[in-house]
């Protein structure tokens, strides 16, 4: 079955640190989709990248930057130079074709971080 | 407007009223997915509308009854809730179901007294 492992519940950095968030998914499939969102605390997700799984690149986006490495099913987040407004919990999230269901998404536990001034 | 809407915000509601919640997305999708967030549980998938059909639900109880009268609006109805149906109440919506990106609206906070 699939499955999204954050490690990290909780990172507390200070600001203009860089961070890492961790995610680790499995899954049988041999085609699937990868997301991670960012959850503010007025409580809306919002979508910052999805990586199909035969792109390997990895993508960067300002600060942000995402590290998909299939051999060790993980595809991790890091941010550069966090500031205040990174504050969030983050989730990463897996779709695949498990239990016949393509399109559902499974979302990790999330990570809280907390940037601090 | 832009993105996905949701309607209200929040809401405190007694066991016994009954309450909609609405959803609207302008970005021409065709799918829309209800999730229910609890207070330290993963996010719940709840139901899922594609091209106004429903093609999921995910053992929700008979008390949340989704209604989708087109591809840019989904409510879900509650009726005769119990306090632990309190949590954020997120929809979403998708170009497609296989692999396509769930954009979120900002969610309805829901306290059931």
């Known amino acids: 079955a699939q499955k999204v492992t954050q490690a990290q519940t909780e990172i507390s950095v200070v600001e203009k640190e860089d961070v890492t968030l961790d995610c680790v998914y499995e899954t049988r499939d041999t085609t699937y989709y990868l997301f991670w969102y960012k959850q503010p605390p007025s409580g809306e997700l919002v979508f910052l990248i999805r990586r199909n799984s035969f792109d390997e690149q990895n993508e960067i986006s300002g600060r942000y930057s995402w590290n998909f490495q299939k051999s060790t099913s993980s595809f991790n987040f890091t941010i550069t130079a966090s500031q205040v407004v990174d504050s969030a919990v983050y989730f990463c999230?897996?779709?695949?074709?498990?239990?016949?269901?393509?399109?559902?998404?499974?979302f990790g536990k999330g990570t809280l971080l907390t940037v601090n001034p | 407007e832009t993105g996905v809407t949701q309607t209200p915000r929040h809401l405190v509601m007694g066991m016994t009223n009954k309450k909609s919640l609405k959803c609207e997305q302008h970005?021409?999708?065709?799918?829309m997915y209800w999730y229910k967030q609890s207070a330290k549980k993963p996010l719940e998938l709840m139901f899922v509308?594609?091209?106004?059909?429903?093609?999921e639900n995910n053992s929700v109880p008979s008390r949340f009854s989704p209604e989708c009268p087109n591809s840019s609006h989904l409510f879900l109805h509650l009726h005769t809730l119990q306090p632990e149906d309190s949590a954020l109440y997120l929809c979403?919506?998708?170009?497609?179901?296989?692999?396509?990106?769930?954009?979120f609206g900002p969610g309805t906070r829901l306290l059931v007294l």
């Open positions: 999230a897996l779709s695949d074709s498990s239990g016949g269901s393509n399109y559902k998404l499974t």
């Open positions: 979403a919506s998708s170009h497609k179901l296989q692999g396509g990106t769930q954009y």
């Open positions: 509308y594609n091209f106004k059909e429903q093609t």
């Open positions: 970005l021409g999708h065709n799918a």
